[in-house]
């Protein structure tokens, strides 16, 4: 099972900001990794996927990179609605997996 | 639009059997891989299991496999998840998810708004 290490477990940061967080596996992945983005009380929802392509309607605020074990989520600047928690994702192999995800939030 | 919405959770003893239905609209149904994926209270997302389009070919987390049983009726446009032999750590709020296009497989966008199973004595 590929294992999926996500840090910081918590971010704190201002609007406006930039916000990077870091999903780390355990094996190489190639780049069959996406990042999800979750609000209280919401499902969650695909922002990148392929490690770098942004899912239909996300804002360019959002891009994704890495490929092999490390990969790099940012946001640009941190709107008031991108506040939440972030998880990714492999599907290079079965079972799927989750990072334990990090929490974005207002500092 | 659209969309996945589930149905069937509820609390049940440990040991017990539930299943879960998903129905789905907006989109043909048939051409879709479909998933279940599960989030414990305060936790994180895990994938539980896959289904092909014909429903032939399925995939299952090892902590569910022989438990758990995913299926699709394409005529009703559902999903659904046979649960069976259910233990606490089975408490969580399931979602029906489908990819974002036929072409692309274990991404998942949409998702369904979830129902929770509570596993409890």
């Known amino acids: 099972e590929i294992v999926l290490t996500q840090s910081p477990a918590t971010l704190s940061l201002s609007s406006g900001e930039r916000a990077t967080l870091s999903c780390r596996a355990s094996?190489?992945?190639?780049?069959?990794l996406a990042w999800y983005q979750q609000k209280p009380g919401q499902a969650p929802r695909l922002l990148i996927y392929?490690?770098?392509n942004r899912a239909t309607g996300i804002p360019a605020r959002f891009s994704g990179s890495g490929s092999g074990t490390d990969f790099t989520l940012t946001i640009s600047s941190l709107e008031p609605e991108d506040f939440a928690v972030y998880y990714c994702q492999q599907r290079r192999s079965w079972p799927l997996t989750f990072g334990g995800g990090t929490k974005v939030e207002i500092k | 639009e659209v969309q996945l919405v589930e149905s069937g959770g509820g609390l049940v003893q440990p040991g017990g059997s539930l299943r879960l239905s998903c129905a789905a609209s907006?989109?043909?149904?048939?051409?879709?891989?479909m998933s279940w994926v599960r989030q414990a209270p305060g936790k994180g997302l895990e994938w539980v299991a896959n289904i092909n389009q014909g429903g032939s070919t399925k995939y299952y987390l090892d902590s569910v496999k022989g438990r758990f049983t995913i299926s699709r009726d394409n005529a009703k446009n559902s999903l659904y998840l046979q649960m069976n032999s259910l233990r606490a750590d089975d408490t969580a709020v399931y979602y029906c998810?489908?990819?974002?296009?036929?072409?692309?497989?274990?991404?998942?966008?949409?998702w369904g708004q979830g129902t929770l199973v509570t596993v409890s004595s």
């Open positions: 998810v489908r990819p974002p296009d036929t072409s692309i497989v274990n991404w998942f966008d949409p």
């Open positions: 094996q190489s992945v190639n780049s069959y």
């Open positions: 907006g989109f043909t149904f048939s051409s879709y891989w």
């Open positions: 392929d490690a770098s």
